[in-house]
């Protein structure tokens, strides 16, 4: 299994509290998602980061922030969690390359927002 | 927008039958499509990929089906056994820039009952 860390696994927090999931890997790969899993909705992209300090939106990125410091590790940051951020958000690396299709996960982080 | 439609949403068979997940693209520019299995409480894991050049690929008793100029792909599960119960996922990769990003499908639960 790919060496993927997500922490918190799970968190409840009410409106309006800052929130930060990070994402520690092992793998030393260059590119590291958020994704968002909700019903109906399938896996949505938060965020993305294409190396140290490199960063991008994705389709959902709308009240989400992310940090990269260090090649291994990746932050998301909820400034002011709302309710319909409530969700579970896996972690995602990629080699890169031919290989940035192939996609490993972590178990994820339920977040409960009241 | 999604750019990758998945269907259907649910599936139930008996063990021993072939579930097919149908999955359609709007992008042709799109060269490398995987598929994702999901099981309850864990993240997503590669399950088998294929690019547009070939029209069928099998890993075990997995089979895609590609169409490339109806831009649809299809996974076909053999023999199906109630351990292959999961969510599953197409996804599509753009060539070129932007190749970093995957696009999802919305997901298929599977269940095979015994």
């Known amino acids: 299994d790919a060496g993927i860390t997500q922490s918190p696994r799970h968190k409840v927090t009410e409106t309006g509290t800052p929130v930060t999931l990070r994402c520690h890997q092992t793998?030393?790969?260059?590119?590291m998602y958020w994704y968002r899993q909700d019903p109906g909705h399938g896996l949505r992209l938060i965020h993305y980061?294409?190396?140290?300090?490199?960063?991008d939106k994705g389709e959902v990125s709308d009240g989400y922030s992310v940090s990269r410091s260090k090649t291994e590790d990746f932050l998301l940051t909820l400034e002011s969690a709302t309710s319909s951020q409530t969700s579970v958000y896996f972690c995602?690396?990629?080699?890169?390359?031919?290989?940035?299709?192939?996609?490993?996960f972590g178990e994820g982080s339920r977040l409960t927002v009241l | 927008q999604q750019q990758v439609k998945q269907s259907p949403q649910s599936l139930i068979v008996q063990k021993g039958g072939i579930p097919i997940i149908n999955c359609a693209y709007e992008?042709?520019?799109?060269?490398?499509f995987p598929w994702y299995q999901q099981f309850p409480g864990k993240g997503p894991a590669l399950l088998i990929a294929?690019?547009?050049?070939?029209s069928e690929k099998k890993e075990g008793r997995f089979t895609i089906s590609f169409n490339k100029s109806a831009k649809q792909f299809s996974l076909h599960i053999m023999d199906s056994q109630p351990g292959d119960s999961a969510t599953y996922f197409c996804?599509?990769?753009?060539?070129?820039?932007?190749?970093?990003?995957?696009?999802f499908g919305k997901g298929t639960k599977l269940s095979v009952i015994p």
């Open positions: 996804a599509a990769r753009p060539s070129g820039a932007g190749s970093y990003q995957l696009t």
């Open positions: 793998e030393n790969h260059r590119y």
């Open positions: 995602a690396i990629s080699a890169g390359g031919r290989k940035n299709g192939e996609l490993f």
């Open positions: 980061s294409y190396g140290v300090k490199d960063t």
């Open positions: 294929i690019r547009p050049d070939v």
């Open positions: 992008n042709t520019a799109f060269d490398y």
